[in-house]
């Protein structure tokens, strides 16, 4: 059974950091294009960052030079490097995956198939 499960969320303070992490199981990361989404309080879910297959990846404007994506094939993970943290980063942030031709991955909700249950982040002092 496939599934994905987010953790690392928390109680931070603005400039601090955190790592969340994305966990598969049922499937390998590696061949799926991999994004996280976030969702504030009253507000849609936007995308924040994605990574494809070969380990090219894309960020929001709202959070480059401020947040990294990575992933580690040999533990089947993808981390999501939250950096900077501002109060507006508050949301609880979702990890999602695809397995999918095409070269570049894309920040859209609907392009995802394969959605994990989201971890906290809040950013408070």
């Known amino acids: 059974q496939l599934q994905i499960v987010e953790s690392g969320g928390g109680l931070v303070q603005p400039g601090g950091s955190l790592r969340l992490s994305c966990a598969a199981s049922g499937f390998a990361l590696n061949i799926y294009h991999i994004g996280w989404f976030r969702q504030a309080p009253g507000k849609e879910r936007e995308g924040v960052s994605c990574?494809?297959?070969?380990?090219?990846?894309n960020y929001a404007d709202s959070v480059k030079g401020r947040f990294t994506i990575s992933r580690n094939n040999a533990k089947n993970t993808v981390y999501l490097q939250l950096s900077s943290l501002k109060p507006e980063d508050t949301a609880v942030y979702y990890c999602?995956?695809?397995?999918?031709?095409?070269?570049?991955?894309?920040?859209?909700?609907?392009?995802?198939?394969?959605w994990g249950q989201g971890t906290q982040v809040t950013v408070s002092s």
């Open positions: 999602a995956a695809v397995q999918t031709h095409r070269t570049v991955c894309v920040l859209r909700l609907e392009s995802y198939e394969y």
């Open positions: 990574i494809n297959s070969d380990g090219s990846s």
